[in-house]
């Protein structure tokens, strides 16, 4: 058998495993609670790992190796913010936020919970909060798709219309069924994935690089700056690249899994388990490239796409089936955040926007199956939109990560700390947060110089304090909440 039929094996494997977790979750899945939150009976394991597979997609098995093999370490503090961020968000946004959702109208997204939690009456808030959701969403997973089409294209030789065929359908099918287990499910299995591939390739690669002395040696053969954080660097360069962890607070993908776990005590294993993860598999992905560079130095060989060094590493050191397994493990990254941005659309369009404005008094399994029709319309037009390999989407996705974080972030952890925040100071902050990221971003000298999440995250920041300030008026309701959510953290932490 060819090489390539040994890996067309393992990924076939890997797609009827996804989907038989798609079935085994929509036998679980009875009212809109389960379909959208899985129940709220997450355990802390599944809650991690999930939560990290949802979070890194391909970036952490392509672009961030590419990143360092083509320029060193000094391309590195993304991962360094990114890690700091995770840790703080795990460690003062799940505990509260579990709690707060539960006791603030039992919400079930984050638009519903800003809702109950700030007692808008005119429902704008959670209107507009979905509306953007729903917008940025479904350019991600179209993006998503692209990224699936071109991995089959580019791994097995096969039309990129014939990958986006596979992907789009897999993923949609276990995910219209089986709801948001069926994508916590399978983004544990895919975070497990990644995981072990990123260890086992710069390990094997130890023993054909002559271990760990040989291969620095060699690395500084190629250039001593590699193995520089700050050779190359610039200070506005480096707050960039940390200032991704800002982001982390207001990425609905990730923070619902915060309101998903079974109870508050379980978050502090779930960020154990979560930041182990999150470390190792960022340790990896490292030293995958560095590996690389020195294994292909010493081979004469060269690697005309960075992005590929895991890819070709994983097909050169394990035998075809093996290496097929890999090649899932950059499916899975793809995959399970394409799926975890569905289910979060979904929500969006049918609890934020259809039960509230169009139909408030339906059944649950109204709503489930308005569920399902969500993510087949969303996906549809994503499927539609990624056709054509159209640029302009890939851009949106470069600042998508910051146009979320600046929207909700700030909000988010002021409705988790702070009482006087108003419904107006929240809507006011969010739209901001969007606007200053999406204009920054959009302007080449400027996002070049500083990443746009900076000047979005704090305006929004200080824009929700000032107007809040302005508008607040005491509610006895807000109040209780505020002190019921803390008693229940105390109590269970």
């Not at 800003?114 to 953007?132: E, F, N, W, Y």
């Amino acid at each position: 058998m060819s090489d390539n039929g040994y890996q067309l094996i393992a990924i076939f494997l890997y797609m009827i495993a996804m989907l038989a977790i798609g079935w085994y979750a929509y036998r679980r899945t009875t009212n809109l609670t389960d379909y959208m939150l899985g129940g709220r009976s997450l355990g802390p394991t599944v809650t991690a790992l999930s939560a990290g597979a949802a979070d890194m997609s391909g970036w952490l098995l392509m672009g961030l190796p590419g990143a360092i093999y083509a320029s060193g370490l000094v391309e590195g503090w993304i991962a360094i913010g990114l890690t700091v961020g995770a840790y703080t968000n795990w460690r003062i946004v799940a505990p509260r936020l579990r709690a707060y959702t539960q006791v603030s109208g039992d919400a079930i997204t984050i638009p519903s919970f800003l809702d109950s939690r700030l007692k808008d009456s005119t429902q704008l808030l959670r209107i507009v909060s979905g509306v953007i959701i729903l917008v940025f969403f479904t350019f991600y997973v179209s993006s998503g798709m692209v990224s699936g089409g071109v991995f089959f294209e580019s791994s097995f030789g096969y039309s990129y219309h014939t990958g986006l065929w596979v992907v789009a359908g897999v993923v949609v099918a276990y995910t219209l069924f089986g709801g948001f287990l069926a994508v916590s499910y399978t983004d544990f299995i895919q975070g497990l994935t990644m995981f072990l591939a990123l260890i086992a390739v710069p390990a094997v690669g130890l023993y054909y690089t002559g271990g760990i002395g040989q291969t620095i040696d060699t690395i500084k053969e190629v250039d001593p700056k590699m193995l520089s954080l700050i050779a190359g660097a610039t200070a506005t360069g480096v707050i960039s690249n940390l200032a991704w962890g800002l982001g982390y607070f207001g990425q609905p993908h990730i923070i619902v899994r915060f309101m998903a776990i079974s109870s508050v005590e379980e978050t502090k294993q779930a960020r154990r388990i979560g930041i182990g993860w999150m470390f190792l598999s960022l340790f990896g992905a490292i030293a995958t490239a560095l590996v690389g560079v020195a294994y292909f130095k010493q081979n004469n060989l060269t690697l005309k796409d960075p992005e590929t060094v895991f890819i070709s590493l994983g097909q050169i050191f394990f035998h075809p089936f093996v290496a097929g397994v890999m090649l899932a493990a950059i499916l899975a990254a793809v995959m399970s955040t394409i799926s975890s941005q569905l289910i979060v659309t979904s929500s969006a369009l049918v609890e934020d926007i259809y039960k509230k404005v169009f139909n408030k008094n339906a059944s649950d399994k109204h709503y489930v199956l308005m569920g399902r029709l969500a993510v087949l319309v969303v996906s549809i037009i994503a499927f539609y939109l990624s056709w054509e390999q159209n640029a302009t989407i890939l851009k949106l996705v470069s600042f998508a990560w910051a146009g979320f974080g600046a929207a909700f972030g700030p909000i988010i952890l002021l409705s988790l700390y702070w009482r006087k925040l108003t419904n107006i100071g929240a809507l006011c902050s969010m739209i901001v947060g969007a606007a200053v990221a999406y204009i920054w971003g959009s302007i080449e000298s400027l996002s070049s110089m500083l990443y746009e999440i900076v000047p979005g995250f704090f305006l929004a920041f200080i824009v929700a304090i000032v107007v809040s300030l302005m508008t607040y008026k005491r509610n006895d309701e807000i109040e209780q909440e505020f002190d019921d959510a803390m008693k229940m953290l105390k109590k269970e932490q």
